[in-house]
């Protein structure tokens, strides 16, 4: 079972990035997906969540307008496109799945898969 995040890095106020969240070993259709981040120093923060067919899709407010999250079932895979970055979306972004969708969930073991994070920092 394994998620791997990819896509972060350094951008600029403004700025834009796309994270992408493979996944393998388990039925990456069935399976509610989320994106979670951790600013340094501070607690974890949801930030998104899918529906196994994408039908259903929620934002938190700070990312609500800027952040868009969708799905490939075909190619097993999640993604985060992330514009207008702010510093305060600095961050380790983790994509997680659970069998059963609980928003707002951010400890690990609220969710089934949970991935190694991939660092996004918005600076100038």
């Known amino acids: 079972v394994q998620l791997v995040e990819s896509g972060g890095g350094m951008v600029q106020p403004g700025g834009s990035l796309r994270l992408s969240c493979a996944a393998s070993g388990f039925p990456f259709r069935l399976v509610d997906m989320s994106w979670v981040r951790q600013a340094p120093g501070k607690g974890p923060e949801w930030v998104s969540a899918?529906?196994?067919?994408?039908?259903?899709?929620y934002y938190s407010d700070s990312v609500k307008g800027r952040f868009t999250i969708s799905r490939d079932n075909a190619q097993n895979t999640l993604f985060l496109q992330m514009n207008s970055l702010k510093p305060e979306d600095t961050a380790l972004y983790y994509c997680?799945?659970?069998?059963?969708?609980?928003?707002?969930?951010?400890?690990?073991?609220?969710?089934?898969?949970w991935g190694q994070g991939t660092q996004v920092t918005v600076s100038s």
């Open positions: 899918i529906s196994t067919e994408g039908t259903n899709i």
């Open positions: 997680a799945g659970q069998h059963r969708l609980r928003i707002g969930a951010t400890n690990p073991k609220e969710y089934d898969y």
